[in-house]
């Protein structure tokens, strides 16, 4: 279920796409690897008060981020509402993950991922995107190299809240 591809190491010497890609798919592969082997109720543990981040919340936050990095910004698609949050509740990727369908939600994580890459296939980093960010223009080498620093900072998260589940530790 929290299976993503096997994670390999970055190469050391590749060109900037392949290196972006790598590292990128690097820091997907390390969310699921701290997802994996946990029960349903493990992976919707949250934190410590008042912090509502778990397991779950983070892998479905992540795919918000892969649909509106690659989607909506690349793209330019127009989407009605976000996977999991609402304009009632703007952080329903967080919050309601108590009685949420695990199995549903890390599928929804996978499609996001999967769709992600087909939207980058073969443009150029320099490809601008069709919605701007803020106002501003913003390139798919900005998109990668951002959705490797989201990964890469809420992993830490990941770290933690997988140590308080069950004590794991490491990469």
Not at 120 to 127: I, K
Request: proline content about 5%; hydrophobic content about 40%; aromatic content about 6%.
């Amino acid at each position: 279920m929290t299976e993503l591809a096997p994670r390999i190491d970055p190469p050391m010497v590749a060109d900037e796409a392949t290196m972006l890609t790598a590292w990128l798919d690097f820091h997907r592969s390390t969310l699921a690897l701290k997802c994996q082997g946990l029960a349903d109720d493990q992976l919707r543990l949250r934190s410590a008060p008042p912090s509502n981040l778990s397991l779950l919340g983070l892998v479905r936050h992540m795919a918000e981020v892969e649909q509106h990095w690659f989607q909506r910004v690349l793209l330019g698609t127009e989407l009605p509402g976000g996977i999991f949050w609402t304009e009632e509740d703007e952080d329903g990727d967080f919050n309601n993950v108590d009685t949420a369908d695990v199995a549903h939600d890390f599928a929804a994580w996978r499609a996001e991922i999967d769709a992600a890459r087909r939207a980058a296939e073969g443009l150029p980093l320099d490809t601008v995107a069709e919605r701007p960010r803020r106002g501003q223009e913003v390139t798919l080498r900005w998109i990668m190299v951002h959705m490797i620093e989201e990964y890469a900072r809420h992993n830490g998260h990941a770290d933690l809240l997988r140590e308080l589940v069950d004590g794991s530790t490491g990469d």
